[in-house]
Protein backbone atom coordinates (compact mmCIF):
# COMPACT_ATOMS: atom_id res chain seq x y z
CA UNK A 1 0.00 0.00 0.00
CA UNK A 2 0.99 3.38 -0.36
CA UNK A 3 0.24 6.71 1.60
CA UNK A 4 0.23 10.06 -0.27
CA UNK A 5 0.23 13.13 1.96
CA UNK A 6 -0.41 16.92 0.45
CA UNK A 7 0.10 20.13 2.50
CA UNK A 8 0.78 23.56 1.69
CA UNK A 9 -2.68 24.84 0.77
CA UNK A 10 -3.98 27.37 1.95
CA UNK A 11 -5.65 31.00 1.35
CA UNK A 12 -3.72 33.63 -0.79
CA UNK A 13 -4.62 36.67 -2.71
CA UNK A 14 -4.92 37.40 -6.28
CA UNK A 15 -1.63 37.17 -7.78
CA UNK A 16 -0.27 35.48 -4.69
CA UNK A 17 1.75 31.94 -4.54
CA UNK A 18 1.59 28.53 -3.06
CA UNK A 19 3.81 25.56 -2.85
CA UNK A 20 1.92 22.10 -2.55
CA UNK A 21 4.01 19.18 -1.23
CA UNK A 22 3.20 15.59 -1.80
CA UNK A 23 4.85 13.21 0.24
CA UNK A 24 4.38 9.49 -0.33
CA UNK A 25 5.67 6.27 1.68
CA UNK A 26 4.32 2.90 2.19
CA UNK A 27 5.21 -0.03 -0.47
CA UNK A 28 7.01 2.06 -2.77
CA UNK A 29 9.93 0.40 -5.25
CA UNK A 30 9.92 3.20 -7.32
CA UNK A 31 7.14 5.92 -8.28
CA UNK A 32 5.80 6.36 -12.19
CA UNK A 33 4.00 9.45 -12.74
CA UNK A 34 3.01 11.81 -10.47
CA UNK A 35 0.32 14.30 -11.11
CA UNK A 36 -1.62 17.41 -9.33
CA UNK A 37 -5.46 17.41 -10.02
CA UNK A 38 -7.60 19.85 -8.77
CA UNK A 39 -11.56 19.44 -8.16
CA UNK A 40 -14.19 22.17 -7.59
CA UNK A 41 -17.57 21.21 -6.30
CA UNK A 42 -20.03 20.04 -8.49
CA UNK A 43 -17.47 19.24 -11.22
CA UNK A 44 -15.25 16.17 -12.24
CA UNK A 45 -11.70 16.51 -11.33
CA UNK A 46 -9.64 17.61 -13.91
CA UNK A 47 -5.70 16.81 -14.49
CA UNK A 48 -3.36 20.22 -13.60
CA UNK A 49 -0.52 19.09 -14.07
CA UNK A 50 1.80 15.69 -14.39
CA UNK A 51 5.37 14.70 -14.87
CA UNK A 52 7.24 11.84 -15.44
CA UNK A 53 10.26 9.84 -13.45
CA UNK A 54 12.47 11.58 -15.66
CA UNK A 55 11.22 14.81 -15.60
CA UNK A 56 9.05 15.36 -18.31
CA UNK A 57 6.40 17.78 -17.54
CA UNK A 58 2.88 18.38 -19.29
CA UNK A 59 0.31 21.26 -17.80
CA UNK A 60 -3.32 22.00 -18.70
CA UNK A 61 -3.82 25.14 -20.26
CA UNK A 62 -4.70 27.28 -17.98
CA UNK A 63 -2.04 26.91 -15.90
CA UNK A 64 0.78 26.91 -18.06
CA UNK A 65 3.70 29.46 -17.43
CA UNK A 66 2.54 29.71 -13.90
CA UNK A 67 2.77 26.68 -12.17
CA UNK A 68 6.00 24.32 -12.45
CA UNK A 69 5.52 20.68 -11.24
CA UNK A 70 8.38 18.89 -9.82
CA UNK A 71 9.85 15.96 -7.88
CA UNK A 72 12.39 14.75 -5.95
CA UNK A 73 12.85 11.54 -6.51
CA UNK A 74 15.62 10.17 -3.45
CA UNK A 75 12.81 11.71 -1.46
CA UNK A 76 9.54 9.92 -2.92
CA UNK A 77 8.27 13.64 -2.82
CA UNK A 78 6.43 15.44 -5.60
CA UNK A 79 6.21 19.75 -5.92
CA UNK A 80 3.72 21.98 -7.68
CA UNK A 81 4.78 25.56 -6.71
CA UNK A 82 1.88 27.84 -8.01
CA UNK A 83 2.11 31.59 -9.17
CA UNK A 84 0.34 34.51 -10.07
CA UNK A 85 -2.87 32.83 -8.70
CA UNK A 86 -6.41 33.46 -10.07
CA UNK A 87 -9.84 32.71 -8.15
CA UNK A 88 -10.32 30.43 -10.70
CA UNK A 89 -7.43 28.44 -9.44
CA UNK A 90 -9.46 28.27 -6.50
CA UNK A 91 -10.24 24.40 -6.06
CA UNK A 92 -9.41 21.14 -3.66
CA UNK A 93 -5.82 20.07 -4.94
CA UNK A 94 -4.92 16.33 -4.96
CA UNK A 95 -1.59 14.36 -5.79
CA UNK A 96 -1.40 11.17 -7.81
CA UNK A 97 1.16 8.99 -8.10
CA UNK A 98 1.35 6.13 -10.08
CA UNK A 99 3.28 2.53 -8.16
CA UNK A 100 3.61 -0.49 -10.69
CA UNK A 101 0.52 0.48 -12.99
CA UNK A 102 -1.55 1.17 -10.28
CA UNK A 103 -2.33 4.65 -9.12
CA UNK A 104 -2.63 5.90 -5.84
CA UNK A 105 -4.42 9.58 -4.20
CA UNK A 106 -4.30 11.98 -1.96
CA UNK A 107 -6.68 13.15 0.57
CA UNK A 108 -6.67 17.09 -1.03
CA UNK A 109 -5.62 20.07 0.17
CA UNK A 110 -7.93 23.18 -0.33
CA UNK A 111 -6.51 25.92 -2.23
CA UNK A 112 -8.51 29.40 -1.91
CA UNK A 113 -7.45 32.47 -3.62
CA UNK A 114 -9.20 35.69 -2.73
CA UNK A 115 -9.93 38.69 -5.61
Known amino acids: QVQLVESGGGLVQAGGSLRLSCAAS????????MAWYRQTPGNQRELVAI???????NYEDAVKGRFTISRDNAQNTGYLQMNNLKPGDTAVYYC?????????WGQGTQVTVSS
Open 96 to 104: AAEVRYQWY
Open 26 to 33: GNIFSIDD
Open 51 to 57: VSRGGRA
